[in-house]
């Protein structure tokens, strides 16, 4: 995966990231049967610094369908 850390966007909105983490999922029941532990890069703009893990994920699936419906 290539990822454009330079130029990334917010995973919960379009804002440009300031600020970049590493976040472990764990495992859904699902991904447990393939033996899977997902780490996922977590970008954030200043307007959702302090917003945890869970709600930027709820963010991020919200602006998927977005893009999606466009
Ligand atoms: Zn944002």
Redesign the pocket.
Known sequence: MNIDFENAE??????K?IDIRTEVLLPTEKSHQKGRIRKMYIF?????LG?DTEQMLI?AKVKAKKAASK
């Open positions: 917010c995973t919960a909105c379009n804002n990231s954030t703009c200043p307007k959702h917003t963010l």
